[in-house]
């Protein structure tokens, strides 16, 4: 029996209790959103759950990224769970270490371990028109009826192709899997990258005098908040005090989300201020030879914004050299750039980011049709909230396609989203809906709310960033957080097709 309305007789009879069951739901990943989502479920009494994680401890981007200098860019106090705030985090801007000790103390606190099958890569999940089949790289097989993929969006590592490089004979490897105990002290190192992991990493190894080559092929824009790090006394009024800490929190939230987010997606004073700190900022460096090459072509906020003070001082030092000249092959001893002159190190690192389009993958979904949904998104990359996408019942996305993306913290928004999947499987569950799927029509006019905002938006201005596709479609939410949080604290259950 079907029924796209939420209000028929069967319904009605659900609603009694007749038809109530209890779900199973998997959710992939352990990162931040992924332990959120659990705890959340559980909190709603869905405690029949399992949580799929490929490494053998919680954390995800904060466990794998271990590079010198890591740190989140959004202040720590509005970077954490709502039902969990730290009032103990010691930067403005918290380590990536301490990060990491948050999770694993929320880990611990909500014993969230017992549910959590390690060291485990899901590599296909089948649908069969009732439940989801999955199936692990050892070969481990599982039926659940929900699906939750909390990945994250920036889980796999790209790498640029640079020709020769696998003939390059010193050590190479991503910021996100970083050689444990290496020494770079008497090294020749080269840093591809220039993102907030690239500025964050060339800062620090500058900082330690390490012989540094950082290849920029387009400078970023750097808004100048600094990392400061709280005194003793700080730290103990708010531990006495969590409310402070949760004050600053709210502060910080508002900031960036009503001054960054609205700076991106319309023209107002909150892009003409942004733009002028930008600028200012970058009027301080000294070197006006330095100052050129770092320029960026584009208008600020373009790309998403890196936070820094401590970026432009360090690569001012000796022991830096800022490459502009595009890398046009790899050999034994180093990297040639456009130029022609061969730059030797010893060492080559990418802060080239990941694959911000990779979601689910590289694990394969196929629906109960047999279509899968890398196949489905060859044409569009799309989901309904940026959750739910048509075709594949019971599969719900963490930060999938057109979620918030941008200067704020993804652990707000995130919240938001889990809180929403919360509900919808516990709607199911009390009602007797064994499955729920998305209508065409529905993400249609979803991601025509998406696009039609596109011309106010900063990204239009020219350039190359993570928020557009090759098609001129955003890939992320085009309005602020709060419309996004709106748009999925009810869900509308006429926007999907509902089965028993």
């Given at each position: 029996?079907?029924?796209?309305?939420?209000?028929?007789?069967?319904?009605?009879?659900?609603?009694?209790?007749?038809?109530?069951?209890?779900?199973?739901?998997?959710?992939?990943?352990?990162?931040?959103?992924?332990?959120?989502?659990?705890?959340?479920?559980?909190?709603?009494?869905?405690?029949?759950?399992?949580?799929?994680?490929?490494?053998?401890?919680?954390?995800?981007?904060?466990?794998?990224?271990?590079?010198?200098?890591?740190?989140?860019?959004?202040?720590?106090?509005?970077?954490?769970?709502?039902?969990?705030?730290?009032?103990?985090?010691?930067?403005?801007?918290?380590?990536?270490?301490?990060?990491?000790?948050?999770?694993?103390?929320?880990?611990?606190?909500?014993?969230?371990?017992?549910?959590?099958?390690?060291?485990?890569?899901?590599?296909?999940?089948?649908?069969?028109?009732?439940?989801?089949?999955?199936?692990?790289?050892?070969?481990?097989?599982?039926?659940?009826?929900?699906?939750?993929a909390?990945?994250?969006?920036?889980?796999?590592?790209?790498?640029?192709?640079?020709?020769?490089?696998?003939?390059?004979?010193?050590?190479?490897?991503?910021?996100?899997?970083w050689?444990?105990?290496?020494?770079?002290?008497?090294?020749?190192?080269?840093?591809?990258?220039?993102?907030?992991?690239?500025?964050?990493?060339?800062?620090?190894?500058?900082?330690?005098?390490?012989?540094?080559?950082?290849?920029?092929?387009?400078?970023?824009?750097?808004?100048?908040?600094?990392?400061?790090?709280?005194?003793?006394?700080?730290?103990?009024?708010?531990?006495?005090?969590p409310?402070?800490?949760?004050?600053?929190?709210?502060?910080?939230?508002?900031?960036?989300?009503?001054?960054?987010?609205?700076?991106?997606?319309?023209n107002?004073?909150?892009?003409?201020?942004?733009?002028?700190m930008c600028?200012?900022?970058?009027?301080?460096?000294?070197?006006?030879?330095?100052?050129?090459?770092?320029?960026?072509?584009?208008e600020?906020?373009?790309?998403?914004?890196?936070?820094?003070?401590?970026?432009?001082?360090?690569?001012?030092?000796?022991?830096?050299?800022?490459?502009?000249?595009?890398?046009?092959?790899?050999?034994?001893?180093?990297?040639?750039?456009?130029?022609?002159?061969?730059?030797?190190?010893?060492?080559?690192?990418?802060?080239?980011?990941?694959?911000?389009?990779?979601?689910?993958?590289?694990?394969?979904?196929?629906?109960?049709?047999?279509?899968?949904?890398?196949?489905?998104?060859?044409?569009?990359?799309?989901?309904?909230?940026?959750?739910?996408?048509?075709?594949?019942?019971?599969?719900?996305l963490?930060?999938?396609?057109?979620s918030?993306r941008?200067?704020?913290?993804?652990?707000?928004?995130?919240?938001?989203?889990?809180?929403?999947?919360?509900?919808?499987?516990?709607?199911?569950?009390?009602?007797?809906?064994?499955?729920?799927?998305?209508?065409?029509?529905?993400?249609?006019?979803?991601?025509?709310?998406?696009?039609?905002?596109?011309?106010?938006?900063?990204?239009?201005?020219?350039?190359?960033?993570?928020?557009?596709?090759?098609?001129?479609?955003?890939?992320?939410?085009?309005?602020?957080?709060?419309?996004?949080?709106?748009?999925?604290?009810?869900?509308?259950?006429?926007?999907?097709?509902?089965?028993?």
């Open positions: 029996m079907q029924s796209d309305i939420a209000g028929s007789p069967a319904m009605g009879e659900a609603r009694n209790g007749k038809a109530a069951y209890r779900p199973r739901t998997a959710i992939i990943g352990a990162g931040a959103a992924g332990m959120m989502q659990a705890i959340k479920l559980r909190e709603a009494g869905l405690d029949d759950i399992v949580i799929y994680e490929k490494a053998n401890e919680v954390g995800g981007t904060w466990r794998e990224n271990r590079y010198p200098g890591v740190a989140c860019d959004v202040p720590a106090h509005h970077y954490n769970y709502s039902f969990e705030h730290n009032p103990g985090w010691s930067h403005r801007l918290a380590l990536g270490g301490e990060i990491q000790s948050y999770m694993l103390k929320v880990a611990d606190k909500y014993d969230l371990r017992r549910d959590i099958v390690f060291g485990t890569k899901v590599t296909g999940c089948r649908f069969d028109g009732r439940k989801w089949h999955l199936e692990t790289v050892e070969g481990h097989l599982d039926t659940v009826d929900f699906l939750v909390a990945t994250g969006p920036l889980h796999v590592p790209a790498f640029p192709r640079i020709e020769g490089l696998d003939d390059f004979e010193g050590a190479k490897f991503h910021s996100a899997q050689m444990d105990g290496i020494d770079l002290s008497d090294k020749r190192v080269g840093v591809i990258g220039s993102g907030s992991t690239g500025t964050q990493l060339i800062a620090a190894l500058a900082n330690q005098g390490v012989d540094l080559t950082a290849f920029i092929r387009t400078p970023q824009w750097i808004f100048p908040l600094p990392n400061r790090r709280f005194g003793d006394m700080e730290r103990k009024i708010v531990r006495a005090m409310w402070i800490g949760r004050a600053a929190g709210r502060f910080y939230g508002w900031f960036f989300e009503h001054v960054f987010a609205e700076a991106v997606i319309k107002g004073w909150q892009r003409k201020f942004l733009s002028s600028k200012w900022h970058l009027g301080r460096i000294k070197d006006p030879e330095l100052r050129r090459k770092l320029t960026p072509p584009d600020p906020l373009c790309k998403r914004m890196v936070m820094s003070t401590a970026f432009y001082p360090a690569v001012s030092r000796r022991n830096v050299e800022i490459v502009r000249d595009g890398i046009v092959r790899a050999t034994e001893q180093g990297i040639v750039d456009q130029s022609g002159r061969l730059h030797e190190l010893d060492v080559i690192i990418f802060a080239t980011g990941f694959d911000a389009r990779a979601y689910h993958r590289p694990i394969e979904l196929t629906n109960a049709r047999g279509e899968s949904l890398t196949k489905v998104w060859e044409g569009q990359t799309g989901a309904h909230l940026s959750v739910h996408v048509p075709g594949f019942p019971n599969f719900m963490v930060g999938g396609p057109h918030p941008g200067n704020f913290s993804a652990i707000a928004y995130s919240e938001a989203i889990v809180d929403h999947i919360v509900k919808v499987i516990k709607f199911c569950a009390e009602n007797g809906y064994h499955s729920i799927e998305a209508k065409p029509e529905a993400l249609d006019e979803f991601l025509q709310k998406v696009k039609s905002a596109v011309p106010s938006t900063i990204w239009i201005s020219g350039c190359t960033n993570w928020y557009m596709d090759e098609n001129g479609m955003p890939e992320t939410w085009t309005g602020t957080p709060d419309a996004y949080r709106e748009i999925l604290r009810e869900p509308r259950y006429e926007e999907f097709k509902l089965a028993r």
